[in-house]
T-cell receptor, first 112, second 118 residues
């Protein structure tokens, strides 16, 4: 199981772009990279997922370099409601029984 | 996307009693579900993998006799905290993975259950 390393916390301001980088040096060939967001007393919520290069959806972009040993979640123009904990996860998606292990996550605080 | 629902969302129980938490996949079948525990300001810790029709697989350090898991159907897994003690107070979250139809799976998480043992 690939281990992930993220900054423990980050601060930013409303309207700024926030980039959170995650290291996963031991990522396996079949592993995908998924980012989740968690608010207090709620379950994690899916943000974005990718295998390589760049993925973009309506809320974020995910940048994955060619060696896939790291990934960067980019949140454009953050607002106060983006204050949450963000988890980078690496797991095989081809088996529904494949465990998903959470790292420490990044606590993002957005200020006015 | 798929929905995973937990019940109850909050429960308070007396020390020594047992509490059952339900996790349901509402619009898909889940042969495998996962149970996590989360203490304040900490990350989610995987407790066990719940397998439909067979015994659960527990992570190292998790007492299987204390945290009973039953996965009796393809849409329901239950976690029973037996003889609960105040140190069992935590936020319990379940998860299930569903196929996307393209050979991959996606994980969905329940809203969590806040257990307080008094």
């Amino acid at each position: 199981l690939a281990k992930t390393t993220q900054p423990i916390s980050m601060d930013s301001y409303e309207g700024q772009e926030v980039n959170i980088t995650c290291s996963h040096n031991n990522i396996a060939t079949n592993d995908y990279i998924t980012w989740y967001q968690q608010f207090p007393s709620q379950g994690p919520r899916f943000i974005i997922q990718g295998y390589k290069t760049k993925v973009t959806n309506e809320v974020a972009s995910l940048f994955i370099p060619a060696d896939r040993k790291s990934s960067t979640l980019s949140l454009p123009r953050v607002s106060l409601s983006d204050t949450a904990v963000y988890y980078c996860l690496v797991a095989s998606l081809y088996s529904s029984a494949s465990k998903i292990i959470f790292g420490s996550g990044t606590r993002l605080s957005i200020r006015p | 996307g798929a929905v995973v629902s937990q019940h109850p969302s909050r429960v308070i129980c007396k020390s020594g009693t047992s509490v059952k938490i339900e996790c349901r996949s509402l619009d898909f079948q889940a042969t495998t579900m996962f149970w996590y525990r989360q203490f304040p300001k900490q990350s989610l810790m995987l407790m066990a993998t719940s397998n439909e029709g067979s015994k659960a697989t527990y992570e190292q350090g998790v007492e299987k006799d204390k945290f009973l898991i039953n996965h009796a159907s393809l849409t329901l897994s239950t976690l029973t905290v037996t003889s609960a003690h105040p140190e069992d107070s935590s936020f319990y979250i379940c998860s299930a993975r569903v196929g996307t139809g393209q050979g991959e799976t996606e994980a969905f998480f329940g809203q969590g259950t806040r257990l307080t043992v008094v």
